[in-house]
């Protein structure tokens, strides 16, 4: 029977490396996003900051939040939070727990964080940063196929499993985050008039999506071009899609049924599942505040209205994250108990 | 960079490879020839290899240091060491045969005292030893082996013969990197792996160090519960600790994992309590159990040697054991060969001195400027005065060590340790070696391993092979004689 102290160690070293993959796909989202929109748009880069929950600790080391100094923060600094100090977790996670996994795998994690650590400073840089970022995704995605292809299904792989779905599943609702919210209204374009707002909306989805290497998967199978609700609804409520929130919600419920104990853990998981598949997400994006409280909007300008209504998919987003960080607290409180 | 054995002269040490500049030792030629054979551009790229694949095999250890614990990369020298079948094969017989006497004489110690009572080593030897351990008297491990793994270090001295130079019966660390330089050396050198070369593989270890362990269960069940105990992340053989609980498939456990319920040992796990039936553990004695030993220590479990004690746990090395692991009990194994087993001992122990007897004592303060000096219960090359190259002041302060605690110290001759090439930045230049094999002896069974760690001084003319002082290793081939 696995250790307790081993399985929170797997789990980690899978959201570690989850979250240091998802980052950096995040990361790509605005570095793609700028080639793409017309001159005279800026991007709020401070956004990405908010989206990955650092505010607080971010302008306590600067005052600016140019491109330059978040992209510095969330690649290469040593702050606990950047894609090489989770790597860094990861590997350190994965070096303790090198005698449960396949002997491979600690190699893989170990090789990555290395390469990265020597080319770290060279990501920052826009002309090299491209190819930083895609090489971190694709060597989490060889990890995967590593794990899928030689480890056992044992309770280690359910925590690996556990983790890396549970990691996954918030990370997407962030991403739908840059993608709704916190992008556009820094974006310096007439946001009153809806027409001229239009391609560039759907610039930053159609890029939202690549950054979840979702956009082919999404013409297959929506067969709808391009936009906000579709996108929205697909990457949180699809069940086929391996990076949509619900499907790696499922993949917990299906992992949970193997382990001992879990009923508890099993339980909040189903309350998160009927949060994100039960909702409208039309009603989120379009109606949402105006829909329940009216009396807010009569006296506000376009433009105001535009943000009110956002806000709603926002707090809902805000809302899942939280849900979700509660099944962590339930797995954390049935099996990782170790030292009491 | 190239080879060239002409220039290559061990002067007058015994060198292991080349027998005088220019000419190799028999079962060496091949290898010889071969590495000449190699242009800057290949050795370079060899060499490269080899770093690379420790860097990414995560091949570590720990040094500790005031600025905290460094994990460094594993130091290997590509050349391998050669050592010929039939020379190991009587030197693996004296191994096994020294394990026997000395579990014979922990067993003795722990039980009856005959050896005490027959006057062969005085009481006192023992009683003041800082590894005996009172609170083993009386027991009977299983087979009655208290030291299932034993790491004995040798070396060669000017005449080319191996001698033994201690024992390491507590927690003998290095086999870990013993397999690891076999491996690395087989990704950098698979030409050599071939029908020419008949080199005996080591892989086996995990699977011999698993069924000795196994031997031991009190449970007797097909699969016995087995773990590696390790003091945690910070300790220098932390690497080795979660190598071999890989390799054998077995639970790596800390002191926190493990909880002890009426005198049995239980692991926490996910679907709660589990038992466990054997701890190959890799903390020393006096941390292994704060209600009876170390009462500060965080690293054991409390009531873990009682559980011992009442037979519902084995543990590898049995707690005691370190009573034959001193410096001064070393100097008259061949006679406890002799005494236990009526055997003449096949390995001689390099020529030492006992301080607390006075006319070794004086010779040794006569002769302390050619003399290395060790203290009894220390490891890893601590608190040791080599003679030849110590000031005026080190010099008198052990003189005055010496004198305040004879019993302590015990000191040898300087041996010309045996020399063998390692690759320099410009060129292949002699280096001294020791070498450490593993010995395991588990209830009925023993085994050897096939050469072992060969660790190397990498500073011109040191004699500190300590990979915690700045030592190296190399990959040991036993060949087949042809």
Known sequence: MLLSRVAERVYWQARYLERAENTARLVSV?????????????????????????????SERFKLAKERQVIRYLLAERNGISIIEMLAAARENARTTREILPAEAFELINELYFRTRDKADAGVDRGKRYEFLADIVTECQQFWGLMA????????????????????????????????????????????????????????????????SAYQMYRQHVREPVKAEEVVRFLLQSEEFPRATSHNLTTVTKVLEKLPNSSRVKWQTDKVRRLVREADINALLNHGLL?????????????????????????????VQKEIAKVHLRIAETWFQHNT | MRVNWKSYNPGQFFDELISSPGYARKPARRLASYLSSLNQDDLLQKKTAAELAIKTMGISFTVYSDAGNIDREWPMDIIPRLIAASEWDRTSEGLAQRLQALNCFIHDIYNEQKVLKD???????????????????????RGNVWAHICGTDLIKDRDGRFYVLEDNLRVPSGVSYMLENRRVTKRVFPELFDSNYNIRPVTDYPTELFDMLASLSPRQVKYPDIVVLTPGIFNSAYFEHSFLAQQMGADLVEGGDLVV??????????????????????????????????????????????????????????????????KIIYTYVPKLIKYYLDEDPILPNVPSFVCVDKAERDHVL???????????????????????????RQLAEFRRRIKANPRNYMAQPLISLSTVPVLGERSVEPRHVDLRPFILQGAGSSY????????????????????????GSKDTWIIEDF
């Open chain 2, 119 to 141: 006057g062969l080593l005085p009481k006192e030897l023992i009683l003041d030893s800082g590894n005996y351990r009172k609170q083993c008297m009386g027991i009977k491990p």
């Open chain 1, 30 to 58: 605005f570095s793609a996003l700028l080639m793409d929109l017309p001159p005279g748009t800026k991007l709020g880069w401070e956004s990405l900051i908010q989206i990955t929950g650092n505010e607080k600790n971010f």
């Open chain 2, 448 to 471: 050897v391993t096939p050469g072992g760690l060969t660790r190397v001084a990498m500073v011109k003319g040191s004699y500190v092979v300590n990979s915690s002082q700045g030592g």
């Open chain 2, 261 to 326: 319920e009426d005198d049995k040992v239980f692991m926490r796990t996910i679907g709660g309590l589990a038992l466990v039936d054997v701890i190959y553990r890799r903390i020393d004695d006096l941390f292994l159990d704060p209600s009876v030993f170390n009462k500060e220590s965080v690293l054991g479990v409390a009531g873990l040697f009682n559980a011992w004690v009442k037979g519902n746990v084995a543990l590898a090395n049995a707690p005691g054991a370190g009573v034959a692991d001193d």
């Open chain 2, 366 to 392: 006569k002769n302390l400027d050619k003399m290395v000096v060790k203290p009894a219960n220390e490891s890893g090359g601590y608190g040791m005065l080599m003679g030849p190259q110590a000031s005026k």
């Open chain 1, 149 to 212: 292809g030689t480890m056992i299904r044992d309770s280690a792989y359910s925590f690996v499993r556990m983790g890396r779905s549970l990691e996954r599943a918030d990370m997407t609702t962030r991403i739908v985050d840059a993608g709704s919210s916190n992008l556009l209204p820094d974006l310096e374009i007439e946001v009153d008039d809806p027409e001229s707002r239009e391609p560039y909306e759907n610039i930053l989805w159609m890029n939202i999506l690549l950054s979840q």
């Open chain 1, 291 to 319: 829909h329940f409280y009216p009396h807010l909007f009569l006296s506000r300008s376009a433009g105001d209205v535009e943000n009110l209504l956002r806000r709603g998919l926002l707090q809902y987003l805000d809302n």
